[in-house]
């Protein structure tokens, strides 16, 4: 079963990372999931894949009533973001998926109905959490060509997919980033490869740059926090991605 | 709800040897189809060689035209099995994707039991399983049902190749290529038997 911690709690405004998953098969890449709650409703980013859903599920009950979960944020339509959809509607057929308008006619291949999907425009949207308002935050072609982030004002804590992670070995298990030199030699290889556009990741640096963020929670690996968000920020806008070595 | 449960997932492995089962005599079933298209065409060669054979192949001309209905027949027969099989390989394959998001809806459960809202999906599940089980037992009946009127009707195409093979040895002149004709109808016939019988013993049918 993942773990559960709360990364940031004002009331009842709480930030959950769902982590760590000791029973997860090696085979199977390793998600961070997050729920945001308030007022009583919760969202979850980056459900998760299909296989993992029993872990997520119990690990996120654990910690809030499923039940009051009003939707899913997908930052983008890989299967290790959001192939889970069917069981959590299965589960709650009322919940929400906000996803980039480029795939609402593709993810409902992994389930949902025609009410289900939220479009995001490719300039990005205000998503209201019982009166939080949450940011999606255009991060297009980080990695996917549809790809969203999601800030809170409030807690400064921006989801940020896969932009940030890292493919840690078992011994760095940690939640948080604690030597960022250490740390970032397991993320370079990952966004080479997979971030495609130099002029994008410069936008977004820009953009997020500009944002006043405490907490910077990837997909994979760990989260960044305090000083360490800058460091990331200036680490990727100086990175080459696009890079293949075939 | 555990008894409920223990019964989703006794019965997990049971689709996917269903599909392959069903795959298999859908494969058959298409050999079979071929095969009727082959007597039709070998019927009408028939009809055309006992009019040039004329009188001393009448005989022989009537049976050509029942076989040729009979692969007529056969061709329909063949088209309702294969639709009957195609709605089996969709409930199976509906019933397999079933299993699979029950089996984590199980391990949901174990993680996190007595969560009301989990529970009430697991019941509205087991609910649905037991209806797909119901409409596959229904379609495995229709399936053998099918099958049988098939096998009778070959039973009867045997007969009329065989009399074909008689009627042949009156053609006179004509008697060595009636006999050819027949001689081949005979042995389509006895394919398609096989592999009809083949298809009865299948173990597919030996669920409920």
């Given amino acids: 079963m993942k773990t559960t911690k709360t990364i940031f709690q004002d009331g009842n405004h709480k930030w959950v990372a769902i982590v760590r998953d000791p029973q997860k098969p090696n085979f199977i890449i390793d998600t961070n999931e997050y729920l945001v709650t308030h007022g009583g409703k919760g969202l979850v980013l980056d459900p998760g894949g299909v296989e993992i859903f029993p872990a997520v599920f119990s690990a996120l009950s654990a910690e809030f009533d499923p039940s009051a979960l009003t939707g899913v944020f997908a930052s983008h339509q890989d299967p290790d973001i959001c192939s889970s959809l069917a069981l959590w509607l299965e589960f709650n057929p009322g919940m929400r998926c906000y996803i980039s308008n480029l795939w609402v006619t593709f993810i409902p291949h992994f389930g949902g109905t025609a009410e289900t999907f939220i479009p995001i425009p490719d300039e990005g949207l205000d998503i209201s959490l019982e009166g939080l308002m949450l940011k999606a935050i255009p991060a297009h072609y980080l990695h996917s060509s549809g790809n969203f982030h999601l800030y809170d004002k409030v807690a400064k804590i921006l989801f940020s997919g896969d932009v940030g992670a890292a493919l840690l070995p078992a011994s760095m298990d940690g939640l948080f980033v604690e030597d960022f030199d250490a740390h970032i030699r397991h993320a370079e290889g990952f966004h080479k490869r997979w971030m495609g556009s130099n002029e994008a990741k410069r936008r977004w640096c820009e953009r997020v740059g500009q944002m006043d963020i405490d907490m910077l929670c990837p997909q994979h690996g760990a989260i960044y926090r305090g000083a360490d968000v800058e460091r990331f920020i200036n680490w990727f806008d100086q990175l080459q991605v696009g890079i293949v070595s075939a | ?208």
Avoid at chain 2, 25 to 39: A, D, L, P, Y
């Fill in chain 2, 1 to 208: 709800m555990t008894t409920a449960l223990t019964t989703m997932s006794a019965k997990k492995p049971q689709a996917g040897v269903d599909l392959l089962r069903i795959v298999r005599i859908n494969e058959q079933i298409k050999r079979v189809v071929g095969v009727s298209f082959k007597i039709n065409i070998m019927a009408l060669n028939a009809i055309f060689l006992a009019k040039r054979a004329g009188t001393a192949a009448r005989g022989f001309g009537v049976l050509s035209n029942e076989l040729r209905v009979f692969s007529q027949d056969l061709r329909t027969c063949m088209e309702s099995l294969t639709g009957l099989i195609h709605a089996c390989v969709n409930e199976v394959s509906v019933v397999l994707q079933d299993n699979r998001l029950a089996n984590l809806f199980d391990r949901a459960a174990e993680l996190a039991p007595q969560h009301p809202a989990l529970l009430a999906v697991l019941q509205r599940r087991s609910v649905e399983d037991e209806k797909h089980a119901l409409h596959l037992t229904k379609l495995r009946r229709q399936l053998k049902r099918a099958l049988e009127d098939a096998f009778q009707m070959v039973e009867l195409g045997g007969v009329l190749a065989k009399s074909a093979k008689i009627e042949a040895a009156y053609g006179q002149s004509f008697a060595a290529s009636l006999a050819q004709v027949s001689g081949e109808f005979d042995g389509v016939v006895e394919e398609i038997r096989g592999s009809l019988e083949s298809l009865r013993r299948s173990p597919f049918f030996a669920g409920n």
